[in-house]
């Protein structure tokens, strides 16, 4: 026997769970705001999980970790707060990330298709991804050669070699695999040298080399104040 579930209003609870579902899928803010208000006195806690499938079904990028911490916002603001004296701007801000974010169906499709879990590989599936001799080399191999990169400032050998912050702060930004060019890739980082200037603490080898390192760079703010966005000159 189902249960009559109703929302504070008095509507279906499996009704505005799925509204806010669809409307969110649509970029439909009213709607999908007013099926989470009416969720979110009696079945908050449902409300929350029917986001967070939200984020991985019908969004693209890694959108479920700022739902989870939204959640967590959400139960420690509220953790004295009777039902319908609650503070819901953690819900709005979900509901509001979820409608603008871009959407694509890719988990939903890959969970559907491809993630059976009765039936077993063919053996020529199995041997296209299986490397017998490559599993049998590691297998005899005692060691291996660590990349240089590893040994940056933060490691006594990187350290020992001379290697600097002002090092890891070039490479590890050149390195970007695939790079997404952001606000301050062009700064310049006269804020932490400015203040270790300010300590005595900026070395002397550093000291020589900081303005070759800075040279060709928007100044410490790319953005100066807010006003230019930068990316702007690299989207395609």
């Given amino acids: 026997m189902a249960y009559d579930c109703r929302t504070k209003n008095g509507y279906s609870m499996y009704e505005m769970s799925s ?25 908050r806690q449902y409300l929350w999980r029917r986001l967070l499938t939200v984020s991985a079904e019908d969004c693209y990028g890694i ?13 420690i603001v509220n953790e004295k707060n009777k039902p319908g004296q609650t503070n819901d701007l953690f819900i709005a801000k979900a509901v509001v990330l979820l409608c603008m974010a871009r959407k694509n169906r890719d988990a939903d499709y890959v969970a559907c298709n491809f993630m059976f879990g009765d039936r077993e590989l063919t053996d020529e599936e199995y041997e296209q991804f299986v490397d017998y001799e490559e599993v049998e080399r590691l297998k005899s191999v005692s060691g291996f050669d660590v990349p240089s990169y590893v040994y940056d400032c933060h490691t006594r050998k990187g350290r020992q070699r001379g290697a600097t912050r ?44 900081l303005a070759r390192f800075q040279a060709g760079k928007d100044g ?15 989207d395609e």
């Fill in 19 to 43: 509204m806010v579902q669809k409307a969110i899928r649509r970029c439909d803010i009213p709607h999908a705001a007013y099926a989470a208000n009416e969720l979110s006195v009696n079945y």
């Fill in 63 to 75: 959108m479920t970790k700022e739902i989870i911490a939204l959640q967590q916002a959400d139960e």
């Fill in 166 to 209: 002002m090092d890891f702060f070039r490479e590890e930004n050149e390195c970007l695999q695939p790079h997404q060019y952001n606000l301050f890739d062009n700064g310049d980082y006269g804020g932490w040298y400015g203040k270790k200037r300010a300590e005595g603490k900026l070395s002397p080898s550093d000291e020589r080399r």
């Fill in 220 to 234: 410490t703010d790319p953005t100066h104040n807010g006003t230019v966005w930068p990316p702007d000159e690299h």
